[in-house]
């Protein structure tokens, strides 16, 4: 079992920055996506990475604003959010999985057992 403690959200202005952290527990490598929602809409994936060689991946909506890494610590991972709009306005939700041989990591949140409680990002 997988454990995520999230943190980092909180109120910006537009253009300003923010950077959430996700921490999993245990040593296990791990696919590792943000997704986001916001009330009335589908959740969707923002970015993410593979603990395992540290590869991310980005949705389109954030390539270039958004960057995802991995921390020094293990299993702990980083989004940091530039160039904010009102649009990024959402709760955002940490999620990993294992990630079955050979395959890339999913940006579809059913494939993902492992979730964080959410931490809230408001751009005005």
């Known amino acids: 079992h997988v454990q995520l403690v999230e943190s980092g959200g909180g109120s910006v202005q537009a253009g300003g920055s923010l950077t959430l952290s996700c921490a999993a527990s245990?040593?296990?490598?791990?696919?590792m996506t943000w997704f986001r929602q916001v009330p009335g809409k589908e959740r969707e994936a923002v970015a993410g990475?593979?603990?395992?060689?540290?590869?991310?991946y980005y949705s389109d909506s954030v390539k270039g604003r958004f960057v995802v890494s991995q921390g020094s610590a293990k299993n702990t991972v980083y989004l940091q959010m530039k160039s904010l709009e009102p649009e990024d306005t959402a709760m955002y939700y940490c999620?990993?999985?294992?990630?079955?041989?050979?395959?890339?990591?999913?940006?579809?949140?059913?494939?993902?057992?492992?979730r964080g409680q959410g931490t809230q990002v408001t751009v005005s």
């Open positions: 999620a990993a999985e294992f990630r079955f041989r050979g395959r890339p990591c999913s940006m579809v949140w059913k494939d993902y057992a492992y």
């Open positions: 245990g040593d296990s490598r791990l696919c």
């Open positions: 990475v593979y603990t395992g060689d540290n590869n991310p």
